[in-house]
C-alpha cells in the first residue's frame, strides 16, 4: 500500500517476545519497591509520627497517593483497550498490548486496597475523617446533616461499594486480557467481535465506577466536601497518565529489541496526539471545576481550594497550572515534536512525573496543610516509588511468567495497524 | 473533437486502476521534478502528499497566529472593558480576575482558530471554485467511482506535452488525455438569476415588515421574543423582596464593612466628628458613634438619653485637601443627588421643589437654602455638614448609602463653594477675570438703563399721545433685540423687581468658581444658570402684587420640563385672558387646598386656547432661550 512494505513476521518471531533485559528486572523491582515502600512507611510511621493520628493519617494517605498512582494508570490503560474497541480502531493495534499489560494489574492492586479499607473501619479517622465519629462536633456540622451524610459514607457501605468496583474492573480487565491473548493462538476474528460487541457495555460500567471510586476513595478526604466533576477530574488524569505510561512501555521495549519494526513514528505520532489532547482536556476539567467552585464563593466548596491555594500547598496549584499545562500543551503543540520518539518519550516521562504530584495535591492537603517537612516529603516519595516498583516489577514478572507476548500477533487489524500511516 | 485544436491546453492526465500504480506514478513524476500536479482518487489515500511532493501546509501556522490573536484580543477586551474603561464589582471579584476572564478568552481562541482553519484552508485552496478543466473530460466522472486520475498542469515550468504524454505513458497511465481550456459560456444561466433574485426579494420582506411595524400603531401587546430577557426579574430600588427577612429588595450595606476602595482607617474620615475630642467630652456617645459603625443600628444601644451630654466636636474643616477636581467631584455629586431638591444654585428650589409648587403639594416642605447664614461654615461646621449629608435632617435622608464617604467630602467642599460664591467681592476673583467681568456689568447696566429709558418714553408716550397701538408695537420691539444679542430680554417686564434678582445671577454666576478657575468657569456659569430664572418667579408668585404684571413670563421657562402649555400662554400678553385667571386663583391659598390643584388643571386650559397656540408658538421657542441665557451671559 506504501512504501514500505510491511511484512507480517511470523507469531513466535522471538522480537514479540518480552525482552530478557526487562525480564530480568522483574524480581529486583518488585523486591527494591517493596522495600521502598515499608521504609516509606516506617519512616511516615516512627520518624514523622509523634504518636497521633496526624502522622499515621500522613502515612495512609501516602499510601493512597501511591496506590491511586499506579491504580489510576492501569484504569486509563484499561479505559484504553475498551475506547480502541469500541471505536474498532486500526492504529492502536501494535500498542494495545503494552496497554493490556499494565490493565491486567488491577486485581493485584485490588489486594493493595486492602490496607485502606482497613483503615475505613478504625474509628480514629486515620485516613477518612467521616470514620471519625466525633468529626461532626469538632468540625461544627449539624447533626441533621452529618447523619445523611453518614448514611453513604459508612465503613461498611464504603467497603462493599469498593469491592464491587474492584471485582468488576478487575472482570472486565480480565476478561479482554484472555481473549486477547486466546486470540495470539488461534487468531479467531470472533474473538475481536466479542470484544468489541461488550466494550460498549464495558464503557458505560467503567465510568460509572471511575466517578464513584473518584467520589469515594478521594473526594470523601474532605467529606464535607462535593464536586460533581470530580470523577472526570480523576479520569482526565487517568486517561492521559495512561497514555503517557503506554509511549514509555512501547518505548522501553523498541529500545531492547522488542516490537521495533512494528510501532512506527505514526504510533507515536497518534499517542503524542492523544497526550496533546488529554493534557488539554485535564486543564479543561480542572479548570471548570474550579472556576465554578471559585465564582460562587461559597464557603461548603471552597474550603477544598482553601487549603491548597493559601499557605503552602499554594504554589504547588500555581506550579500544576505550569507543569501540569502550560510547559506540556506548548512541548506537544508541534506535530514535528509528536513525530519524535524520543520526545514523546520524555514528555511522556515528564506527565507520569507531574501526575504525581496532581495526585498528590489532590490527597496530602487533607493530611497536613504544609507537606509535613522533609520527613514528609521522603515519606510520600519512598511510598510512591516503592508502589511504583511493586507495581511494574508484578507486571514484568506476570508477562515473564505466562509468557504473554506484547504485541498481539494475531489480531485482523494488525495488517492494517502496521500500515498506519497519519497523513 | 475539430475545435480543439484552437482551445488552450490546461494539461494532461492519466487514468490508473489501483491506488499503487497511482502511488508509484506519482513518486515518479515527482522525481522527474514536476510541481504543479494533482491526484484524484475516490477516498482519501495516505501518503499521497509525500509521493506528490506536496510541501507541507502552512494551515496551523495560520490556526496558531488566529489562535493566539483570539486569546490577545479575549484578555485585552475583558481588561479594558471591565478593569479600565467600566470598572464595576461582579460577584465581589476585583477588576483584574483572571480567573473570571479565562472562559471568555478560551471561547474566543477556540473561534479565531476555527475560523483561521476553515477559511484558511479555503483560502489556501483556493476555494470556492465552481468549475475545474479536467470537469470536462467525460472519462473524469470515474474519479469519484472506481479510478484513480494523475494530472499534470500546462502551467508546470517543466511542462512539455510530448514528454509528459510519454512519461504518463511510461509509468503505467491506461488512458492518456489531453485536458483543454474550458470554452463554455460562463454566463449566469437565467434560472438562477431568477433564484436569487426571488431569494433577495425574500430576505427584504421581513426587513419590509420589521419597517413597517416601526411606524404603524397597534392595540395588541408587543410580542416579547425574550421575555424574561425584556423583563428581568432582577429587582429594581426601592421594591419588595420576599427573599428577605426584612422586605426589602436593595440591601444595605453589611455592618462593619466599608466599599471596596473606600476603607480609611481613620474613623474621623466616616463620620466628621472628632472622635478624640468627643471621647474627652462625653464616653458614652463616642463610643456608640463608633459601635454603630460596627454593627447595626438597631443592636447598638441607645447612648444615654436623647439629650447629648456635650456639644458634638465636629470636624472644623474638610478633611480631604481642595482642590479643583475635589471641587468639580463635588459638583458632579450635588448636581446628581442634592440639586433635584436644592437646586444647582443651594437655594432650596430645585425641580422637585418646583414641581411641588405647580401641583400645589401640601406635604412638601421646601428645602433649606444653603445660603442661610446660619449654614456658613463659621457657624455650621464641615463634619456637622458631612454628617447631614450622610444621616439626613429633619425630612431630608441620608445620603450615606449612596455617596461615597469620599464624595460626600467633595460634596461638602462644594457647598461652601457655592456659599461663597454668593458672597464673593470683586476682588476675590483672579485678575484676569475681573476686567471681564467688569465689562459685562457695564454692559448689563447700559442695557438696564436703556430699557428704563424706553420704558419711560412709553409710558410718557402713552400718557401724552394716546397712539397706543403704535406705542405697544414699539414696546416689544426693543425688548426682542436684545434678547437675540444675549441680553437679559426677560429683565425687561420686570423692571422694578429688576434691581434685586438681576445681580443675584451676576455674582452668582461668576463667582461660582472662587477656586483658580480656568475653563471651569463658563460651565459653572452656566449650569446655575438655569436657576435664578426660577429663583425669581417663586417668590414673587406667592406675592399677588406682581402678578398683574406680565410677569409670569419668565417663570414657564424654569419648568423646562413637560409644561409648554404655561410657556405660550403668558408671553404673548394677549391681554388678561385665562393665563392671569389662572395663576391668582390657586395662589392666596396653596397651603390650604391640596386637592383641586392637581396637575391636569392648569393645562387643559390654556390648551383650549386657540390662540395661543397658532400664533405665538413659534415665539416661545425664540424666548425660552433668552430665559436661559441672561443668566449665563451676565
Redesign the interface.
Known amino acids: 500500500?506504501?512504501?514500505h512494505t510491511h511484512k507480517l513476521k511470523p507469531a513466535d518471531d522471538p522480537s514479540f517476545q518480552l525482552p530478557a533485559s526487562l525480564a530480568a528486572l522483574a524480581v529486583p523491582l518488585g523486591i527494591g519497591g517493596a522495600a521502598l515502600l515499608l521504609v516509606g512507611i516506617l519512616l511516615g510511621l516512627f520518624v514523622l509520627s509523634d504518636g497521633d493520628v496526624g502522622g499515621k493519617r500522613f502515612t495512609m494517605s501516602a499510601y493512597l497517593t501511591g496506590f491511586m498512582y499506579c491504580f489510576t494508570i492501569s484504569l486509563g490503560c484499561l479505559f484504553f483497550v475498551l475506547i480502541q474497541h469500541l471505536c474498532r480502531a486500526g492504529w492502536s493495534v501494535v500498542v494495545r498490548r503494552v496497554a493490556e499489560m499494565m490493565m491486567i494489574a488491577i486485581p493485584a492492586l485490588g489486594l493493595l486496597f486492602i490496607p485502606v479499607l482497613v483503615t475505613a473501619w478504625s474509628d480514629s479517622g486515620t485516613l477518612y475523617p467521616w470514620s471519625n465519629p466525633g468529626y461532626a462536633d469538632a468540625h461544627g456540622v449539624p447533626a441533621g446533616v452529618w447523619a445523611e451524610k453518614l448514611r453513604y459514607l459508612s465503613s461498611d457501605w464504603f467497603t462493599v461499594r469498593s469491592v464491587v468496583y474492584l471485582v468488576l474492573l478487575s472482570a472486565i480487565a480480565i476478561y479482554y486480557f484472555q481473549l486477547s491473548r486466546r486470540q495470539d493462538e488461534t487468531g479467531e476474528i470472533t474473538l475481536t467481535e466479542r470484544m468489541q460487541a461488550r466494550s460498549g457495555p464495558a464503557v458505560i460500567a467503567f465510568s460509572l465506577i471511575t466517578s464513584f471510586a473518584a467520589f469515594d476513595w478521594l473526594m470523601s478526604l474532605a467529606p464535607m466536601w462535593f464536586s460533581t466533576m470530580f470523577g472526570v477530574y480523576i479520569f482526565a488524569g487517568s486517561v492521559l497518565t495512561a497514555h503517557a505510561a503506554i509511549a514509555v512501555g512501547v518505548y522501553l521495549l523498541q529500545s531492547r529489541g522488542a516490537i521495533r519494526d512494528e510501532v512506527t513514528v505514526e504510533h507515536y505520532h497518534d499517542l503524542g496526539k492523544l497526550l496533546f489532547g488529554f493534557v488539554t482536556f485535564w486543564t479543561y476539567i480542572a479548570?471548570s471545576q474550579?472556576?465554578l467552585i471559585?465564582?460562587g464563593?461559597i464557603p461548603e466548596e471552597t474550603h477544598w481550594y482553601y487549603t491548597r491555594l493559601l499557605g503552602s500547598w499554594g504554589p504547588v496549584s500555581y506550579l500544576l497550572i505550569f507543569f501540569h499545562w502550560l510547559f506540556p500543551f506548548l512541548g506537544l503543540?508541534s506535530?514535528h515534536i509528536r513525530r519524535k520518539p524520543a520526545l514523546v518519550f520524555a514528555w511522556s516521562v515528564y506527565l507520569l512525573l507531574v501526575h504525581f504530584v496532581d495526585l498528590a495535591w489532590i490527597v496530602m492537603p487533607e493530611a497536613s496543610t504544609n507537606f509535613g517537612g522533609a520527613v514528609g516529603v521522603a515519606t510520600a516519595l519512598l511510598v510512591t516509588l516503592g508502589m511504583v516498583g511493586l507495581y511494574v516489577g508484578g507486571i514484568l514478572w506476570f508477562m515473564r511468567a505466562k509468557q504473554v507476548r506484547v504485541l498481539p500477533v494475531r489480531d485482523p487489524r494488525l495488517p492494517e495497524s502496521l500500515a498506519f500511516?497519519?497523513? | 473533437m475539430t475545435d480543439t485544436q484552437e482551445k488552450k491546453l490546461h494539461g494532461v492526465y492519466a487514468e490508473f486502476d489501483a491506488v499503487d500504480t497511482l502511488l508509484a506514478a506519482c513518486r515518479r513524476v515527482r522525481d522527474a521534478g514536476y510541481t504543479r500536479t494533482d491526484a484524484y482518487t475516490p477516498f482519501p489515500v495516505h501518503g499521497i502528499e509525500k509521493a506528490l511532493g506536496i510541501r507541507p501546509t502552512a494551515l496551523p501556522w495560520i490556526v496558531l497566529g488566529c489562535g493566539l490573536t483570539g486569546s490577545a484580543i479575549g484578555i485585552c477586551m475583558q481588561v479594558w472593558m471591565n478593569g479600565i474603561n467600566y470598572p464595576y464589582i461582579i460577584s465581589g471579584k476585583p477588576f483584574y480576575s483572571i480567573p473570571a476572564f479565562i472562559p471568555v478568552t478560551f471561547e474566543l481562541t477556540i473561534l479565531l482558530s476555527a475560523f483561521g482553519a476553515f477559511f484558511g484552508m479555503l483560502a489556501l485552496n483556493r476555494l470556492p471554485k465552481f468549475s475545474n478543466p479536467v470537469f470536462t473530460s467525460p472519462r473524469f466522472d470515474r474519479a469519484t467511482d472506481d479510478k484513480f486520475f494523475l494530472y499534470i498542469d500546462a502551467s508546470d515550468p517543466r511542462f512539455d506535452h510530448n514528454g509528459v504524454t510519454r512519461l504518463l505513458g511510461d509509468i503505467g497511465g491506461t488512458e492518456i488525455q489531453d485536458v483543454y481550456e474550458d470554452n463554455s459560456s460562463t454566463r449566469v444561466p437565467t434560472a438562477i438569476k431568477v433564484a436569487f433574485g426571488v431569494l433577495a426579494f425574500l430576505a427584504i420582506v421581513p426587513l419590509l415588515a420589521v419597517a413597517r411595524m416601526r411606524v404603524t400603531n397597534s392595540p395588541n401587546p408587543r410580542f416579547h421574543v425574550f421575555y424574561d430577557m425584556d423583563f428581568s426579574p432582577a429587582k429594581g430600588p426601592q421594591t419588595t423582596s420576599t427573599l428577605f427577612a426584612d422586605g426589602r429588595a436593595m440591601r444595605p450595606d453589611v455592618p462593619g464593612t466599608v466599599a471596596v476602595g473606600q476603607f480609611d482607617e481613620d474613623p474621623n474620615f466616616y463620620t466628621g466628628v472628632d472622635l478624640d475630642e468627643l471621647a474627652r467630652r462625653d464616653q458614652t456617645r463616642a463610643v456608640h458613634l463608633v459601635r454603630t459603625m460596627q454593627v447595626p443600628e438597631a443592636e447598638a444601644a441607645p447612648a444615654s438619653g436623647d439629650q447629648p451630654a456635650a456639644e458634638t466636636p465636629w470636624l472644623a474643616k474638610n478633611p480631604r485637601p481642595v482642590s479643583l477636581a475635589l471641587l468639580e467631584r463635588g459638583r458632579m455629586q450635588f448636581e446628581i443627588y442634592c440639586a433635584t431638591c436644592h437646586g444647582n444654585d443651594g437655594r432650596g428650589r430645585g425641580l422637585v421643589t418646583a414641581r411641588a409648587q405647580q401641583i400645589l403639594s401640601s406635604a412638601w416642605v421646601q428645602p433649606s437654602s444653603l445660603h442661610q447664614e446660619t449654614l456658613y461654615q463659621d457657624v455650621y461646621p464641615d463634619g456637622k455638614l458631612f454628617s447631614v449629608i450622610s444621616n439626613g435632617i429633619r425630612k431630608m435622608g441620608g445620603y450615606g448609602s449612596q455617596i461615597s464617604v469620599r464624595d460626600r467630602w467633595a460634596v461638602v467642599a462644594y457647598v461652601r463653594a457655592l456659599q461663597l460664591s454668593q458672597n464673593a467681592a470683586l476682588e476675590d476673583l483672579p485678575v484676569n477675570r475681573r476686567n471681564d467681568l467688569s465689562r459685562r456689568k457695564a454692559e448689563v447696566e447700559q442695557q438696564l438703563a436703556e430699557q428704563a429709558e424706553a420704558e419711560r418714553r412709553r409710558a410718557e408716550e402713552a400718557a401724552g399721545t394716546t397712539t397706543a397701538p403704535a406705542a405697544e408695537e414699539a414696546a416689544p420691539a426693543p425688548a426682542e433685540t436684545p434678547a437675540e444679542a444675549a441680553a437679559p430680554a426677560p429683565v425687561t417686564p420686570e423692571q422694578p423687581a429688576a434691581t434685586e434678582p438681576a445681580p443675584a445671577p451676576a455674582t452668582e454666576a461668576a463667582p461660582a468658581e472662587p477656586a483658580p478657575a480656568a475653563d471651569a468657569e463658563m460651565e459653572a456659569a452656566a449650569t446655575p444658570a438655569a436657576e435664578p430664572a426660577p429663583a425669581t418667579e417663586p417668590a414673587p408668585a406667592t406675592e399677588p402684587a406682581p402678578a398683574t404684571e406680565p410677569e409670569p413670563a419668565t417663570e414657564p421657562a424654569p419648568a423646562a420640563e413637560p409644561a409648554p402649555a404655561p410657556a405660550s400662554e403668558p408671553e404673548p400678553t394677549p391681554s388678561p385672558e385665562p393665563a392671569p385667571a389662572t395663576e391668582p386663583a390657586p395662589e392666596p391659598a396653596p397651603a390650604t387646598e391640596p386637592e383641586p390643584a392637581a396637575e391636569p388643571e392648569p393645562e387643559p386650559a390654556p390648551a383650549t386656547e386657540p390662540q395661543p397656540e397658532t400664533e405665538p408658538a413659534s415665539e416661545p421657542e425664540a424666548d425660552a432661550e433668552p430665559a436661559e441665557e441672561p443668566a449665563a451671559a451676565s
Do not use: Q
Open positions: 500500500m506504501s512504501e479548570f474550579f472556576v471559585w465564582y464563593n503543540l506535530r500511516e497519519n497523513i
